[in-house]
């Protein structure tokens, strides 16, 4: 038994010998309510119950998308992973948790995944996700946010192509990875909601990944795969809430600031 103090810090488990002709195998740690149970039970209900109002789950943090380093579907993190907390959550937890939830999932597309990898993502929430769950797909996250890994990689890969700006291949890529989750879905594919990401202080970025991305065809936005924009807003950073007791806690606190803000 290990005697853990809450706090919002985690645990640290650190093995400092093993016997080389039987190491150690199978570690688990487990609350002791789901010895029994946590096969079966794998999200704790205390996390169901305070999710229960949402409609879509933006599973970003679950898949470490930030600064990620998976490109082949062979190094995605699987459900023998020793940890989720390096590569991310397995696909096969993330779409359990949507059904169980009967929430819709957002996906955010690693920035450095290959076509293959994004297909075989896109199957595997075809066939096991339920049927009437929609799916909204982002490729990674905040490409424009110069802090992050994905960005440098977008700029360097629009240089590498002769594009004018890093947004311009970002547009590209977007529309790509959208149109393979949309012929994967074939007949179904309005299940998909292909998102296109922006910037809530800067329109100009939507704007240009969205005209560049149609400038060079003539084809319609469903068939780029475009379906949406997000404009990376933030609830809550101000509040001050660790638990809020509903999303109205953010919402009527973020009124509240926006009555006050010179902007």
Known sequence: MIEVTPSQAGIWLKITAIAPDNYLRNIRVIPAAFETSYQSQIFNPDFIERVKNFKVFRL?????????????????????????????????????????????????????????????FAEYVKDHLNAERKIY???????WNSKFEQHRWAVQQAKARGKEQWIDWYGQRTTEIMQIWD?????????????????????????????????????????????????????????????????????????????????
């Open 183 to 263: 012929r994967v879905f074939a007949e179904d594919k309005d299940r998909i909601v292909g998102t296109m990401a922006g910037h809530s202080a800067n329109a100009w970025l939507l704007s240009r990944a969205l005209s560049y991305a149609w400038s060079d065809n003539p084809l319609s936005h469903e068939e780029y795969g475009i379906d949406a924009i997000a404009i990376a807003p933030y609830f809550g950073l101000l509040s001050g809430f660790a638990r809020p007791s509903s999303p109205n806690c953010y919402l009527d606190d973020s009124s509240r600031w926006r009555t006050r803000s010179p902007f």
């Open 60 to 120: 970003m943090e679950w898949m470490n998308t930030n600064d990620s380093e998976t490109s082949q579907w062979s190094d995605r993190p699987t459900l023998d992973s020793a940890r989720y907390s390096q590569d991310g959550v397995p696909v096969e937890i993330l779409v359990e948790l949507a059904n169980r939830t009967n929430i819709d999932p957002w996906f955010c597309m690693p920035h450095l995944a290959t076509d293959e990898y994004i297909a075989k």
């Open 137 to 143: 797909v982002e490729y990674s996250n905040e490409v």
